[in-house]
């Protein structure tokens, strides 16, 4: 598998997701600079990691989305390249337009770091083939910005079509949305696109992958993608 | 804008925070009256803050030096070899006042200015902790401080991608004006590339590195604003506004450059900005260093020498850059966006020279600068000691465990959940032990190794004996490091005080500094780093005496981590140390009692040591399956945090009938740890500790979902949980989630 990984100014959990894919699959991933206007030849998926790209000051991920190298991923992605955006990655993904919706300021206003409980909704998708259907899994939230928003339409239309791919569950595995802990609509934690080649996801699976520092539940999601990319 | 150069008056030297024997003494060194600027350059090196006039010679008594010490104090931060090639870089440093002044930013820049610290010296920063105190919970102030200082160290912290990993959070009256807030950061570098700020060299270019300079903080450290009225519209507030995203791009770019080979010298603007990093370039290196302010990239126009030379602003790096290299390592900076000058050159005349506008603003003795700053032997009258507390003389109408419920539902005891879930503890993914632990425990790269770190002190007993409050500051945080299974190997100190000119704060201080040092002694635990950061006070009432301890170990093998949660029902549970039932300024007497009085438990060095050895023996041969040390609140806080922490309960027996149940209780004797043991290894343990001398008593074993003392109505572990978990996000005003 060949994996890039977007550094942006302010990035900063490129290197946990660097860590997480070489861990599973023996190979250390290209890390990409922002100013760069092409992929390296034969990639076959771009990760944008957590961080605060470029100091998001302004709405999160608006400046990152505009950056020279997201030229290449949207082509990338229009190939039906897969693509992962892991916390500010996915805010990035929401204001390229690769993903819809936007994510917006936790309701509480404030920072959580946490471990949050998700329930993968399928595994029919290049992400998730290594869970079972309906699976509880623990990854760590750590984010200000991660309460997902969209009108109601796009909301009906990720429902109907199966593409809300992770989300915040309770303990007894069913959602509440009115205890969710950032405030997400409908739960939600992680989307994917039409195509089922682009997700994104606030919580971080690259930082439960490895038994040392905690639980396993994310490694996984980097299997299964090693897996697809080894098949195809 | 200051339009003109004001004459120098007396008060204008009062001002500065120059006393008029000390501005003598600048007359004699310079043999003429100063100009406006070096009377900035003057005050910004020989305040309390840069100079450590007050504390410098009781200083000198500290311990410094281990085999595993690389670099002691006098850097910016202290350096410990931790094997394979690798050094941790760490130091911790106040940012009292300015969090008084305005929370978020006083406490955002506290974190920046020790990570800039650390990454200054070549580490790249891995862990951040952090020790606070804030006044009572009632104060009017408390609330809006609490919620400031947090939402700043996180905004900084995560922002900048460094995990928070532990520290302290405590309350008392004494900080209702002066809260504190103490910084503290590690960082991995490799051990035969540590970066000093010493210049060698002559002739070679001063580079200016960061973010531009602006008019924050020019009052910095030494003064009152009242007397530059006439700009102090154009001014920013004295208290400097961080950001984070810049401090990201600059510790890329430095850790960049450095590998590139271009750096020869390394200096952080901090306190004193450009005056106190370009002096101690020279200085520590022998030579001169000339500026010209004309290269100064500047964030606002018509800024005067004076003010370029005392701002701090943020975010700032100076550095003599290797013959040749100025090339690279300016492409090096302009890659991330940072602003890069050459703004001077060192020289061979060991002046300090300031140029500005075709202008000699300062011409100084570059070494005198630092070496001649007043140094005094201020007065200091000892502690009183106060008598031991005989339990029998206590008035005590609660149950034992009404009590706990109490104490562990009171603000210092009470989850802190609230705050950490603001810092992003995981990122970095090497956070083997996340806050709540005995001590925050970071891997080193992939393992095995991993750094066990915490902060400590008991405010109480350093009021009450000063000498034995700075004993028990640094066996707190060698017994909280080893609890987790590692070698204590260096501390940081964060000496927090009020007035030094008072002779009992000086003997506070004198006797803190006695205690610390004997046990870093006893202890082999030496002081690397630190900050003295005095006159915290308030209407003439100085802060309790509180001199946190920040210490670093090293674990071996992370695989053989302890952790304090019950791990299963049906195993004993032994209490190792003698338990005196000492209940002198404990956390019972203030909590419950209401009263702070009585003698702080001794410290005996030895003790301790001996048994810190058994229990981090006994850990890595694995025959204990949880471990906690006892502290404040004695055995039954340090039991229910251990329930607490699994879930699981405890039956315990009733406690020997010769003594007053409290006091075996509540007590707070030292030297003491807690460990679970499965049966097949009681013996064993048993025979471990009668080998090594140790006391040791069995207090009960593990198991159900409640609390049993023989003869006392059952706590319920989930009930306990919930008084321990509600007190703060109510008092926040933020409900349960």
Known sequence: MKAAVLVFPGSNREGDVARALELVSGVKPAMVWHADTALPAGTDLVVLPGGFSYGDYLRCGAIAARAAIMEAVRAHAARGGLVLGICNGFQILCESGLLPGVLVRNARLRFICREALLKVERNDTPFTRRYARGAIVRFPVAHGEGNYTADATTLKKLEDEGRVLFRYVMPDGHRDDAQVLNGAANSIAGIVSEKLNVLGLMPHPENHVDPQVGPTDGRALFESLVGVLEKA | MIPSEPKITPELVAEHGLKPDEYERILKLIG??????????????WNEHCSYKSSRLHLRGLPTKAPWVIQGPGENAGVIDIGDGKAAVFKMESHNHPSYIEPHQGAATGVGGILR??????????AALNALRFGDPKHPRTRHLLAGVVSGIGSYGNSFGVPTVGGLVGFHTRYDGNNLVNAMAVGLADADKIFYAKATGVGLPVVYLGSKTGRDGIHGATMASA??????????????????FAEKLLLEACLEIMEAGCVVAIQDMGAAGLTCSAVEMGAKGDLGIELDLDKLPCRETGMSAYEMMLSESQERMLMVIAPGKEDEAEAIFRKWGLDFAIVGYTTDTLRFVVKHKGEIKADLPIKELGDEAPLYDRPWVETPKQQRIDPASLDITATVPGALERLIGSPDFASKRWIWEQYDYLILNNTAQRPGGDAAVVRVENGPKALAMSCDVTPRYCEADPFEGGKQAV??????????????LALTDNLNFGNPEKPEIMGQLVGCLRGIGAAALALDFPVVSGNVS??????????????????????????????????????????????????GQSAFLSEILDREDGAPPPVDL??????????????????????????????????????????????????????NPFAFWFGEDQARYIVTVENSAKALVARRAELAGIPFAKLGTTGGDRLNIAGERPIVVDALRERHEAWLPIYMGAGLM
């Open chain 2, 475 to 488: 066996a707190e945080a060698w017994r909280n490091i080893t609890a987790v299974g590692a070698k204590p």
């Open chain 2, 32 to 45: 003429r009256e100063p100009t406006f600027t070096e009377l900035g350059i003057f005050s910004a090196m």
């Open chain 2, 117 to 126: 610290d650390v990454f200054t010296m070549g580490a790249r920063p891995i």
């Open chain 2, 606 to 659: 030895d003790l301790e040591r001996r048994t810190g050895d058994l229990v981090r023996a006994l850990i890595n041969d694995g025959l204990v399956t949880a471990v906690h040390d006892v502290s404040d609140g004695g055995l039954l806080v340090a039991l229910a945090e251990m329930a607490l922490a699994s879930g699981i309960g405890a039956t315990l027996a009733a406690p020997p009938p010769e003594m």
């Open chain 2, 534 to 583: 005095l006159y915290n006070e308030t209407n003439g009432r100085g802060i309790l005496p509180t001199p946190t301890i920040g210490g670093v170990g090293l674990l071996d093998d992370i695989e053989k981590m302890a952790t304090l949660d019950f791990k299963a029902g049906g195993e004993t549970i032994l209490v190792l140390g003698a338990t005196t039932g000492w209940l």
């Open chain 2, 227 to 244: 007397e530059f009225g006439e700009g102090a519209e154009e001014k920013r507030p004295t208290v400097q506004v961080g950001d984070p």
